[in-house]
């Protein structure tokens, strides 16, 4: 690894019993937002999976800043997960709880802070996502926007490195989308934090990606990688100028 890198992927398989991609290689760079991206039911949020400990590869191997996620000494996972936080694309806040006693979660598994130290930390994770006000509310209260940013400010409580978001973009009309693409830049201006995303969404991949990979599921491999504006401009196969122009697959 590279001192900027942040994240490695080698020669991984990733599925369950059987690989839904096979041989990926690829490297996070510190300080990038960085895209996978591919059709559906290519093995975007599968290789998320992998990425981030919930599922080991079948062949191959992850490492987070050096640390082996999957299969390393579980004093070395653990170093691991404890550098990033993560999104999913539901959101999975917890609709009993308030916005507050959400983004706390992490602070009283992870911490030994008191409990008004906590509370402040987790006002000023709300406060960075513009949710200020809205620390008293539930979940069922938010609008699908509001409940995408309350769980950056989750992901964001312990102050990761890294953060990983599933589909951030699902479900949201286009300014809403636009404004959480500009969350996210601005978390990684401000923050420094590298963010790694699935989607699919061509304006946010645009409007956020600094690199991206391109998963296929016909051929169960990594079909391409570089910026959204190279992949677009000179597609390597015909696969990525479907996508990128938008057409419709051949029948």
Not at 77 to 85: D, L
Not at 115 to 135: F, I, P, S, W
Request: charged fraction near 25%.
């Amino acid at each position: 690894m590279t001192e900027d890198t942040v994240i490695e992927v080698e020669n991984v398989d990733a599925g369950y019993e059987t690989p839904v991609i096979e041989n990926v290689s690829f490297t996070v760079r510190k300080g990038e937002v960085f895209v996978i991206l591919g059709g559906s039911g290519c093995g975007k949020s599968t290789l998320l999976k992998h990425m981030i400990g919930l599922n080991p590869p079948l062949k191959g191997v992850i490492r987070i800043m050096g640390d082996r996620i999957a299969d390393g000494p579980q004093a070395e996972r653990e170093r691991a997960m404890r550098r990033f936080g993560v999104t999913y694309q539901s959101g999975a806040l917890f609709g009993s709880m308030t916005l507050l006693e959400n983004v706390c979660l992490p602070l009283e598994s992870f911490t030994d802070l008191p409990r008004e130290a906590r509370h402040l930390v987790a006002e000023m994770k709300l406060e960075l996502v513009g949710l200020k006000d809205y620390a008293s509310y539930f979940p069922a209260d938010l609008s699908g926007g509001m409940k995408k940013r309350a769980a950056i400010a989750r992901a964001m409580a312990l102050d990761p490195a890294i953060l990983f978001l599933d589909e951030p973009s699902a479900g949201l009309d286009p300014v809403t989308s636009a404004g959480l693409d500009r969350l996210i830049l601005r978390l990684r201006d401000t923050q420094g934090v590298t963010v790694v995303m699935v989607t699919h969404e061509l304006a946010s991949i645009f409007a956020v990606a600094d690199r991206c990979i391109m998963l296929d599921k016909q051929t169960k491999s990594l079909i391409a990688e570089g910026t959204p504006a190279a992949l677009r401009d000179r597609p390597p196969n015909a696969t990525v100028r479907t996508f990128f122009n938008r057409e419709a697959e051949p029948t």
